[in-house]
């Protein structure tokens, strides 16, 4: 049985770091770009900077352009490409951004503010730009090329204080000024782009450094410096403020991803949270104010003509969270989280309230992360579902929610990986459903894995756990590099049985995914496992290893020289071979292993007996057997490296019903991310768990 080694429950989890760029200069703004690796970002050194993911997995500066001031607040508006930048100097540029962004061209500049731009907002649909400055002043531009005179303000309206953050509900022409005092400024932009104030929100008791509109719900974010979070229901006939109370320092980051209903956000200690908005909060409860408290009629200390009556010391107020009463301390021992009233941390609770409270009232609802780091700002792309912040340290990071886990497989060996835990904390244990993936000859996880796998978890809400096989990359084994198919077998079992501990959770549906060799093995996990497993997606599966080996000269010949010891020789040969006479094959491994991931823990090398291991091995013979558990294969159209013509032949005469074939373009490695077919491949795996996993 699989023990679990780290079982991380109740911690505060630490995102993992899928890559960091070191700019060191003062970071102003940045932001991520959903069609492309990048991101753009505002610096003290006057500089705006267009960063793009390389090859070689660092990110490089394509665009390096130098203002007449620092740059200090973005936005961009990704379908035309038009990117606003306020800087120190009060003055606003629009630059269009070149399809390859490599270059970024000069628009328009908007004049009006003199001194430092603190939050700038574009609206597509009517064409114009709100910005508020150091000076406390909000200006309305109209940002249509056509308008003569477009760089002079059209509207201008001046705050009580000064204005660090501006949204806009785009239907109604509201917009929405959070001011370092903790007011939201509410302001109707009439058809003249003139403001109309109305009466500003009032709830927080320091700077509102962020706002966001969410035009499905009608419900207006607001994370201030007084740690709280605020979700004003502005649809709800009296208006509904809910508060979200979980940081412990000031909020600089929230954003909103409406497919998975999440509010993430981040406060300045480095913490993330991430809350579901799709279960109903209610409003926080007003504290009460009394003399005495209300439960034992105890006078407070103020209440000096009670205290001389009553012969006794003046007490301390508190507050009940739940009931909102004034209770002294000895009336309210007890703390609670109370997560449907939006506290997600322990919360005083008077003796009255703990009696009735039921337990369903402090389950948390929320979940936290920790980024170790003191943050300045966070922004989150939902389609990526990728998380940048940037740090106090002048560092950008780029993190995505995922833990890293050892667990035993084969023979006591410790096993490492990922795994990613969906966002739905409400699921039941009976609809729990896991992935457990695998990499194929050789791969270590770091080559690919995370795109399927983040993919699996947040478009469909499963766990995925991701694990290397014995002997290689993060896992323990010896000898190094030696590729077994019969334990990699073995430690899918092992791999669903942390699962199984982890989760506490002996129902739990699990499908299983692998690619190449292990496309291989998941048939014959899935003949021994056929109580466990709910489905299968292989792609470009090892059908047969010796119809294999007959294309490979070079691993014939390694045979034949080893004929006296095949299992014990443990000497190592390449495992990509340039001198290889099937160039194509050769070129293709080339690229993947070496060019493409250039991992620094991949090594090209393997022992010589993975050869005979391989050369024995026909995981074709489970097929047959697998029925009714649905497996999915998914095959590339010019596989010369485990045989296109293989794979269709086993899928037509093996495998029984219920089974769904994927032909896609491109040869064997076509099918991983960035390559031609990796879209069509990972939706088709995504579709086929769904279906049977749910
Ligand atoms: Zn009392
Ligand atoms: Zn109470």
């Not at 023990?3 to 940045?30: M, S, T, Y």
């Not at 909102?324 to 506290?343: E, F, H, I, N, S």
């Not at 002997?471 to 073995?490: E, K, L």
Request: hydrophobic share 35%.
């Amino acid at each position: 049985m699989a023990a679990a080694i780290d079982e991380g429950v109740g911690k505060v989890r630490r995102p993992e770091l899928l890559n960091k760029i070191d700019v060191e200069v003062g970071i102003n703004d940045a932001l991520l770009l959903t069609s492309e690796d990048g991101i753009l970002t505002a610096l003290d050194d006057r500089t705006l900077r267009v960063w793009l993911r390389r090859q070689t997995g660092k990110y490089w500066p394509s665009v390096c352009h130098t203002l007449e001031s620092s740059p200090t607040a973005l936005y961009y508006y990704e379908p035309s490409r038009r990117l606003f930048c306020g800087c120190d100097s009060g003055l606003v540029h629009e630059f269009i951004v070149a399809d390859d962004f490599n270059k970024i061209t000069l628009e328009c500049t908007y004049f009006g503010h003199q001194i430092r731009i603190q939050a700038v907002y574009f609206s597509y649909r009517h064409e114009l730009l709100l910005t508020a400055c150091r000076e406390k002043k909000l200006n309305c531009y109209s940002t249509n090329p056509i308008d003569e005179n477009r760089q002079n303000a059209r509207g201008s309206y001046t705050l009580a204080s000064m204005g660090m953050s501006i949204t806009m509900d785009e239907t109604f022409r509201q917009c929405f000024i959070g001011d370092s005092t903790g007011n939201i400024h509410f302001l109707k932009l009439n058809a003249n782009n003139r403001f109309e104030p109305n009466k500003p929100l009032s709830g927080h008791t320091g700077s509102v450094q962020n706002l966001l509109w969410d035009p499905d719900t009608k419900w207006l974010y607001s994370g201030s410096f007084d740690t709280a979070v605020i979700v004003w229901d502005l649809a709800a006939p009296q208006g509904v403020a809910v508060e979200l109370n979980g940081h412990s320092d000031r909020l600089v980051g929230i954003s909103y991803d409406n497919l998975r209903k999440l509010l993430l956000t981040c406060s300045a200690d480095g913490h993330i949270g991430v809350w579901p908005m799709n279960v109903k909060r209610n409003e926080t409860t007003i504290w009460l104010e009394n003399d005495s408290c209300q439960i034992c009629r105890m006078p407070f200390f103020w209440n000096i003509r009670e205290m001389w009556t009553q012969k006794q010391i003046g007490l301390r107020q508190h507050h009940c969270r739940k009931c909102g009463r004034a209770v002294c301390d000895k009336c309210a021992q007890t703390r609670k989280a109370l997560p449907l009233l939006g506290y997600e941390t322990v919360q005083r609770i008077c003796d009255d309230c703990i009696k009735t409270l039921r337990n369903d009232e402090t389950v948390p609802l929320a979940s936290f992360y920790d980024l170790r780091q003191g943050t300045i700002k966070m922004d989150y792309r939902q389609g990526k579902k990728v998380m940048m912040s940037i740090g106090t340290d002048r560092t950008i990071k780029m993190n995505f929610r995922r833990e890293n886990i050892e667990f035993f497989g084969k023979d006591n060996v410790i096993l490492r990986g990922w795994l990613y835990c969906p966002s739905s904390s409400s699921s039941s244990s009976s609809s729990q459903s896991a992935i457990v993936m695998t990499h194929g000859f050789s791969g270590l996880k770091e080559m690919g894995l995370d795109e399927f796998a983040r993919t699996f978890c947040c478009d469909g809400n499963f766990y995925v756990l991701v694990y290397d096989h014995q002997t290689f990359g993060s896992s323990d084994g010896q000898p190094r590099h030696d590729i077994n198919p019969y334990s990699q077998i073995d430690d899918y079992s092992y791999a669903m049985n942390y699962l199984e501990n982890r989760l506490n959770n002996k129902n739990i549906s699990i499908g299983i995914w692998g690619t190449s060799y292990s496309g291989g093995h998941v048939f014959v996990v899935g003949k021994r496992e056929k109580r466990r497993i709910k489905c299968i997606v292989s792609q470009v599966p090892t059908i047969s290893g010796k119809n294999n080996l007959a294309r490979r000269p070079q691993w014939q010949k390694i045979l034949a020289e080893d004929q006296h010891c095949l299992y014990e020789n443990r000497e190592y040969i390449p495992i990509v071979n340039q001198a290889n006479e099937n160039m194509d094959l050769s070129n293709s491994f080339y690229h993947f292993f070496v060019d493409k991931y250039n991992c620094n823990e991949w090594i090209n090398h393997m022992t010589r007996r993975s050869i005979h291991l391989y050369s024995q091995y026909e995981p074709w013979k489970s097929l047959i057997d697998l029925s009714p558990i649905p497996l999915l294969m998914i095959v590339a159209k010019q596989d010369t490296i485990t045989s296109t013509e293989d794979q269709i032949d086993a899928y037509e005469k093996q495998v029984l019903e219920p089974k769904r074939l994927v032909l896609v373009d491109g040869g064997h490695f076509s099918v991983y991310p960035n390559e031609q077919s990796f879209e069509i491949v990972v939706k088709e795996a995504l579709d086929w768990f769904i279906k049977y996993l749910k």
